[in-house]
């Protein structure tokens, strides 16, 4: 029991809402490849990718998850408490250059964080439930409570599945549009976050431990990297590395031998760096505070 409180009490800290400015003001600041601002990087050795900012969009609520459909990235906006069913919650559209295409796509949400699209739908965690809904129609299809669920967080739509991270229970459901079933629980998911397909394996990353974790089914869990206090998103590099993100504000490489390496920290800015979800040659970061989603281009 204690270390359950534990879990809940890092996925409650993970989603702690920040202090907005006036979500009204929608501002999207590019930043132009000689002008562009650069990830402050280690400099004894060249392997690591370089980071370099293409665009700044401001005006969102909280925003914590993205998903990718097209030239058209979801972004969630948690808006109200983490963890309150308020109805507050959003999901904008926004193109892949940082307009916003529409900011309150569908609203109505409680505190709405990972996402993922399959067959036209658009899954949203939502702190104890998920929603399934109708991208076409821009509509919610149905809603499915999740029993004795701590904190829904991220999605991932791996093979033939859809997967649901639950924080506060250090468990991972399989969801569809009918229902959802317990699909991996072990104690090493001890605040268990960011979820990201790459072939055969599902890789996970949990805040308890900081670790990056993969498996190739519902009954192996092997260990990558660890050491990434709160980490969030995960983006997997050319080379076989990876991109890791911890919400407090920081993002690392993680090689392939599990060597994991700082290369941006805005933890004393007070900018989060929460679901980090690579698209191409970019590297998109919702901010949850200051509530600004950015774009990083992605090179050697």
Not at 125 to 145: F, K, L, M, W
Request: aromatic share 8%.
């Amino acid at each position: 029991m204690r270390r359950l409180a534990l879990v809940s009490f890092l996925a409650f800290a993970a989603c702690s809402p920040p202090e907005y400015a006036d979500p009204d003001v929608v501002e999207t600041k590019v930043i132009t490849e000689e002008a562009g601002a650069e990830a402050t990087l280690p400099t004894e050795t060249s392997t690591l990718p370089e980071l370099t900012q293409v665009w700044v969009t401001s005006g969102f609520e909280a925003p914590e998850g993205v998903a990718v459909d097209g030239n058209v990235l979801y972004i969630s906006n948690v808006a109200g408490e983490g963890d309150a069913k308020d109805g507050e919650g959003w999901i904008s559209r926004v193109s892949m250059d940082g307009t916003v295409l529409e900011e309150k796509w569908v609203e109505g949400l409680n505190a709405p964080k990972g996402l993922g699209i399959r067959d036209g739908k658009l899954f949203v965690s939502d702190y104890d439930a998920y929603h399934v809904i109708d991208i076409a129609r821009g509509e919610i299809e149905n809603t499915y409570p999740v029993e004795g669920a701590g904190f829904l967080n991220d999605i991932a739509v791996w093979q033939n599945g859809v997967y649901l991270s639950d924080s506060g229970s250090a468990r991972i459901f399989q969801i569809d549009v009918n229902g959802y079933k317990e699909w991996l629980a072990d104690e090493r998911l001890g605040g268990v976050n960011g979820l990201w397909p790459d072939g055969d394996r599902l890789l996970i990353a949990t805040m308890s431990s900081g670790s990056l974790l993969e498996t190739r089914g519902a009954r192996d869990l092997t260990e990558l990297a660890t050491g990434m206090d709160n980490a969030d998103g995960i983006a997997v590099l050319d080379d076989g590395s990876y991109l890791v993100s911890s919400w407090p504000g920081q993002i690392w490489h993680v090689s392939s031998d599990g060597d994991a390496t700082e290369l941006h920290n805005t933890v004393d800015d007070t900018i989060y760096q929460n679901d980090l979800t690579r698209v191409g040659d970019l590297i998109i970061v919702p901010n949850w505070q200051p509530g600004t989603v950015t774009a990083w281009r992605l090179g050697d």
